[in-house]
């Protein structure tokens, strides 16, 4: 954080202000006028206050490598015993006539080897939509509308994850505005967006085009929550 803030501070003194300023609105120790530990969320604050600037004009591929590194939290999700078993065979199946392929295998073992990918093959993708769509919402599945998946079964693994993390979010930061990526699969879009449960008053769902909805997530105070597909929405949005 500090090597991004010294550059764009170069670039923009009036971006953190002077050094006291900077030092009373971040720094949680100091020694001889140098900091030597930031106060937590620092570097998420830092990080608003550049976009807030506009300091990030460049295609990602020129100014992704000075901002500071991306935290991925990964959260598992809670599955019934039956709804595990369907989506470990369809994980292995889907594997399995990828690999046969030797196009499919080849981008396969390429998006492995590379974790900052930053999208999926076409080829690739059509056959991991269903796995999504099961974890997303199962009864719409063919395993729930053949009734292999009874009961629980039928409930989705992911909303309640979902719900949770957005009670934390807002129990921690009221007024921060969330965005909710899902694959670009139109039943998964409009499953999340309609069970938001008491969040969906304060939502817009995106599709590409669609700016009414964003400019209310974009300018309404009460319009917090944003749900599109990855697709419809890049890194300028985000």
């Known amino acids: 954080a ?16 002077t050094q006291k300023d900077f030092s009373a609105d971040y720094a949680a120790v100091t020694k001889g006028g140098k900091i030597l530990a930031l106060q937590e969320g620092a570097e998420e604050r830092i990080q ?7 300091a990030v004009t460049k295609t990602r591929k020129d100014w992704f490598y000075v901002l500071p590194k991306i935290k991925d939290n990964f959260h598992k999700v809670t599955m019934t015993d039956t709804q595990q078993k369907l989506y470990n065979m369809m994980v292995t199946n889907a594997i399995d006539e990828i ?54 079964d ?3 693994p992911k909303m309640p994850k979902i719900l949770e993390l957005l009670d ?17 699969q139109e039943k998964v879009i409009e499953y999340v967006y309609k069970n938001l449960g008491k969040y969906k008053d304060m939502a817009r769902l995106y599709r590409g085009g669609m700016k009414a909805a964003l400019d209310d997530f974009k300018n309404d105070p009460s319009i917090k929550i944003l749900v599109a597909c990855d697709k419809s929405l890049k890194e300028g949005h985000n």
């Open 99 to 152: 690999t046969k392929d030797p196009k499919t295998k080849d981008q396969w073992e390429e998006m492995v080897s590379d974790p900052d990918a930053e999208s999926v093959p076409i080829e690739l993708l059509a056959k991991l939509m269903m796995i999504e769509a099961f974890s997303s919402d199962p009864a719409s599945s063919p395993y729930g509308r053949q009734n292999i998946l009874q009961g629980d």
């Open 48 to 54: 608003e206050r550049l976009r807030d600037a506009g």
């Open 2 to 17: 500090m090597d991004i803030v010294g550059q764009m501070t170069f670039i923009d003194p009036t971006i953190f202000g």
């Open 154 to 156: 039928l409930k989705s």
């Open 168 to 184: 934390i979010h807002f129990s921690k930061t009221p007024n921060e505005k969330v965005l909710i990526f899902t694959q670009h």
